[in-house]
């Protein structure tokens, strides 16, 4: 992509059509994370059952991934934004109003499943976007995605402290962002087509599909990036509390330095990524990740807890846009739905699988000693990632010149 014209008005309108619904989708999101306790203690779930609640909802996504993807490339994104979008608000309304924990699982594996759908649907347009766009934009909405769960996270915050029932807070957010939807999902690209995806000969001439390997290899480095981003989400603070000895509100302070640092890193990543290009950007990012996962295992022995504050800084730093340029990756090609939804279930097994391995490794030894699991990770992401991307946009070159 070159900066030699501006972009065209439906783009340009398409792009602010994407930052809201990323946004709506991230506030989504950050209701139903942020009220997950105060749902744990109205039903009295426990943390076994509380467990199984996530797992239901990632298995949700995991099924209705796929479908996404195909749907994508036979009806267009933009059909499948505009349906999975309104749909994910208001299936939240399941668990913020189930009187049981059987319902409550129902409901959430119905949830996980629109907001799969949702996840594929929207990355899938927003690299459309992209494609048309002078420079990279991705990385961007999913800083706007981060930016609308803190946003829905802090509605959750201030009902709570002000005394409303979660389940009238968790309502009335779902609710809000569903009459909103209409708003973004209007300003989305009409046509979809780019460059020689214009002509319909052009994928048979070009062969613009990715090949399995390269989708597989993909969605290994997506595997590794969001086990290693969960377990800086999930532990981080733990980590400060058990292995470095801070008081619980100064252990906290780890997932907020974490968080921070992946907004803001993610807002600033496309102009890193317009410099270095996808690939310098990922290999970077990744010896950061690589560097700050170090520094967590050698935080206990040499400096304690700002020691530890500055590594899980350079572990948000580094993991912040490996989703997207990876993601940006995947969907060069044709079926960009369907390859996307390959990339995104391998992430979503890793997140899935993340705490199943990082829990009983910390319980049988010590949470620092499982934190090599994603520190070894984000190693293989530093070695193998580039090259995957590389050979991904190879592709996509060889294709374009092919069809020139």
């Known amino acids: 992509m070159t900066a030699t014209v501006d972009p065209a008005a439906d783009v340009r309108t398409a792009r602010l059509g994407v930052f809201g619904i990323f946004a709506l989708c991230g506030v989504t999101v950050g209701l139903w994370g942020a009220a997950l306790p105060a749902i744990n203690h109205r039903l009295d779930l426990g943390e076994a059952r509380l467990g199984t609640v996530l797992l239901a909802t990632g298995m949700g996504a995991l099924v209705c991934m796929p479908v996404a993807g195909r749907l994508c490339d036979r009806l267009t994104s933009r059909r499948v934004v505009a349906f999975a979008e309104p749909v994910s608000t208001l299936t939240l309304l399941g668990p913020a109003l189930a009187p049981s924990y059987p319902v409550l699982l129902a409901a959430t594996g119905v949830f996980g499943g629109a907001i799969g759908a949702l996840d594929v649907s929207m990355n899938a347009h927003a690299v459309r976007v992209e494609q048309r766009w002078p420079r990279p ?4 909405f999913h800083g706007v995605w981060s930016l609308g769960g803190v946003f829905g ?3 959750i915050a201030a009902g709570l402290h002000w005394g409303a029932d979660v389940r009238y807070v968790m309502t009335t957010g779902a609710l809000a962002a569903a009459l909103l939807v209409r708003l973004p999902t209007s300003r989305l690209l009409t046509d979809e087509r780019v460059g020689s995806d214009a002509d319909p000969g052009a994928a048979d001439a070009g062969g613009g599909r990715l090949p399995l390997r390269l989708v597989v290899a ?3 480095v997506a595997f590794a990036a969001f086990v290693s981003e969960g377990a800086a989400m999930d532990w981080a603070a733990l ?8 008081d619980l509100s100064s252990a906290t302070f780890a997932f907020i330095v974490f968080t921070a640092a992946m907004t803001s890193m993610r ?9 270095f290009g996808p690939v310098g950007t990922l290999r970077r990012c990744a ?8 520094l967590v295992l050698l935080s206990p022995a040499v400096g304690g ?14 993991l912040s846009v490996v989703v997207p340029v990876i993601f940006a990756g995947a969907g060069s090609g044709e079926a960009a739905g369907t390859a996307l939804s390959k990339v995104t279930t391998f992430g979503y097994v890793g997140m899935l699988a993340g705490p199943s391995v990082i829990g009983p490794l910390g319980e049988a030894t010590s949470l620092a000693v499982a934190m090599v699991v994603p520190a070894t990770l984000c190693v293989a992401l530093a070695l193998g990632g580039p090259v995957a991307l ?6 996509r070159e060889s294709r374009e010149l092919g069809c020139s």
């Open 137 to 140: 934009v991705l990385s961007a």
């Open 287 to 294: 010896v950061t990740a690589v560097a700050g996962y170090g």
């Open 267 to 275: 807002l600033a990543g496309d102009r890193v990524r317009h410099r």
């Open 239 to 246: 980590h400060a509390n058990r292995a470095l000895g801070a």
């Open 153 to 155: 996270g802090a509605m």
């Open 218 to 220: 993909l969605g290994a």
């Open 305 to 318: 807890v700002y020691v530890g504050y500055a590594a899980w800084f350079l572990v948000g730093i580094g």
């Open 390 to 395: 590389r050979r991904a946009l190879a592709r």
